[in-house]
């Protein structure tokens, strides 16, 4: 079976020289699944601006599918922010990921830039119309938000700035995706929400990248995961299971797109493409 439905992968910017070939040859194994596009991740106030700027020009050299730089903007000045635009811009990249992002250990005051909204409304204003701009979504609410109605309006605050369509946080429930898609659209709001994918891999490191940004892991699959131990290869098996049925649930539903948070590796998203006829 062969889908249609359209698919992209996340990269985060390599530490080491040895890291950056290994992600070409990730990008290369993940190119024959042929997604829309790739994003590479920036750190909190751009700590790892030269490493994703690397990323993203060795990547767009080495195929024709498009590149999608993450751009985050709480702790940078306008001017920063202005010449990476114009940068990207000039090399012919057209697709970009605008967040809020990470305060900066230690740094004080939001920057010129405070939040995504802003972010986006600046974009537009530099550039015009050049990039389609993904924001952020979070259908079990951004850990920093009042509530949920709060969040809620936060999202539709950076659609109505200006942006074409949405990533989520990762997540596992597929009906918190589906409530937070109707109440957007309960307000006019029409952009594409796109379900962020997070394979299961590492049951410790699992646990720790959802605590540390909100998602909600289920206690079932956290009781499971503990009964497996250190079995991997029954965690990844139990993995794929659980994100293969949950990538289903999500296109029957009427996903307009998968996005997988791919950790710099290509066989987990790999494996699930090819269980679901993606790619």
Same mark, same amino acid.
């Given at each position: 079976?062969?889908?249609?439905?359209?698919?992209?992968?996340?990269?985060?910017?390599?530490?080491?020289?040895?890291?950056?070939?290994?992600?070409?040859?990730?990008?290369?194994?993940?190119?024959?699944?042929?997604?829309?596009?790739?994003?590479?991740?920036? @750190?909190? @106030? @751009?700590?790892?601006?030269?490493?994703?700027?690397?990323?993203?020009?060795?990547?767009?050299?080495?195929?024709?599918?498009?590149?999608?730089?993450?751009?985050?903007?709480?702790?940078?000045?306008?001017?920063?922010?202005?010449?990476?635009?114009?940068?990207?811009?000039?090399?012919?990249?057209?697709?970009?990921?605008?967040?809020?992002?990470?305060?900066?250990?230690?740094?004080?005051?939001?920057?010129?830039?405070?939040?995504?909204?802003?972010?986006?409304?600046?974009?537009?204003?530099?550039?015009?119309?050049?990039?389609?701009?993904?924001? *952020?979504?979070?259908?079990?609410?951004?850990?920093?938000?009042?509530?949920?109605?709060?969040?809620?309006?936060?999202?539709?605050?950076?659609?109505?700035?200006? *942006?074409?369509?949405?990533?989520?946080?990762?997540?596992?429930?597929?009906?918190?995706?589906?409530?937070?898609?109707?109440?957007?659209?309960?307000?006019?709001?029409?952009?594409?929400?796109?379900?962020?994918?997070?394979?299961?891999?590492?049951?410790?490191?699992?646990?720790?990248?959802?605590?540390?940004?909100?998602?909600?892991?289920?206690?079932?699959?956290?009781?499971?995961?503990?009964?497996?131990?250190?079995?991997?290869?029954?965690?990844?098996?139990? @993995?794929?299971?659980?994100?293969?049925?949950?990538?289903?649930?999500?296109?029957?539903?009427?996903?307009?797109?998968?996005?997988?948070?791919?950790?710099?590796? *290509?066989?987990?998203?790999?494996?699930?493409?090819?269980?679901?006829?993606?790619?």
């Amino acid at each position: 079976m062969s889908r249609n439905i359209p698919i992209s992968f996340e990269f985060f910017p390599p530490k080491t020289d040895e890291g950056a070939q290994k992600i070409l040859q990730v990008h290369q194994q993940l190119c024959t699944l042929n997604p829309s596009y790739f994003s590479v991740t920036y @750190g909190a @106030g @751009g700590s790892t601006r030269e490493r994703t700027l690397s990323t993203v020009d060795n990547i767009q050299q080495a195929s024709t599918i498009a590149v999608a730089p993450h751009l985050s903007c709480i702790g940078d000045n306008k001017a920063e922010v202005s010449a990476l635009l114009h940068r990207y811009k000039n090399q012919g990249i057209k697709h970009l990921v605008a967040l809020r992002g990470d305060l900066p250990s230690g740094q004080v005051g939001l920057g010129e830039i405070p939040y995504a909204r802003d972010l986006v409304e600046f974009v537009r204003h530099e550039t015009g119309d050049h990039f389609h701009i993904e924001v *952020a979504a979070y259908p079990e609410m951004h850990p920093q938000s009042a509530d949920y109605q709060a969040d809620l309006t936060n999202f539709i605050n950076k659609a109505k700035a200006g *942006a074409n369509s949405a990533i989520t946080q990762f997540f596992f429930n597929p009906d918190a995706y589906f409530y937070f898609v109707e109440q957007v659209r309960k307000t006019g709001v029409n952009i594409p929400i796109v379900p962020g994918i997070m394979p299961i891999t590492n049951a410790s490191n699992l646990i720790r990248f959802a605590d540390g940004c909100g998602a909600d892991v289920p206690r079932w699959i956290r009781k499971q995961l503990a009964a497996y131990g250190d079995d991997s290869a029954s965690i990844k098996a139990f @993995g794929e299971e659980v994100i293969a049925k949950l990538c289903e649930t999500l296109i029957q539903g009427g996903a307009p797109s998968l996005h997988f948070y791919t950790m710099n590796m *290509a066989q987990p998203t790999t494996r699930l493409c090819k269980m679901l006829g993606l790619g």
